[in-house]
């Protein structure tokens, strides 16, 4: 049986990575206001590279709310998925990136990780995930 451990985002060892890599739906927990976890379904792409986990949304999506809520700053958020008793989570603090260059390269590795391309949305943004922990089971 696998055993539940820590990762360095940046740095993962190769099963965790892989997991991240397989097609699975993701799990977005942000804060709302008043500090109560709001857990929505997502797709999420891990780039340990830059120490990234990146997320496409619309702009007035109640998740890019409550991270443009957070300020500059950024808002600390996690993602997570889960297969059977393999699970992985990402935690770090979010942005909301509206830039074209920005939106286009979550775009693209989304498509990439999950085989198929977005419908087109003017009001799509990218939440990005600068990542501090991770962890799993794998």
């Known amino acids: 049986m696998a055993l539940t ?10 099963p ?4 991240w890599r397989e097609r699975h739906l993701c799990t977005l927990t942000t804060l709302r206001p008043d500090g109560t976890p709001h857990l929505v379904p997502v ?9 990234l986990a990146r997320v496409i949304t619309n702009r007035t999506s109640a998740k890019a709310r409550h991270v443009l809520a957070a300020g500059e700053e950024g808002a600390p958020v996690a993602v997570c998925q889960v297969d059977g008793r393999r699970w992985a989570t990402l935690e770090g603090r979010a942005v909301v990136r509206t830039g074209p260059e920005h939106v286009e390269e979550a775009v693209r ?16 943004v990218a939440i990005e995930i600068t990542l501090t922990r991770a962890m799993g089971r794998a």
């Open 109 to 124: 590795r989304y498509a990439e990780r999950y085989g198929r391309m977005p419908s087109p949305n003017p009001s799509r």
């Open 16 to 19: 965790y990575l892989s997991f």
């Open 43 to 51: 797709g999420v792409t891990y780039d340990p590279g830059a120490r």
């Open 5 to 14: 451990y820590s990762v360095d985002p940046g740095d993962p060892d190769a």
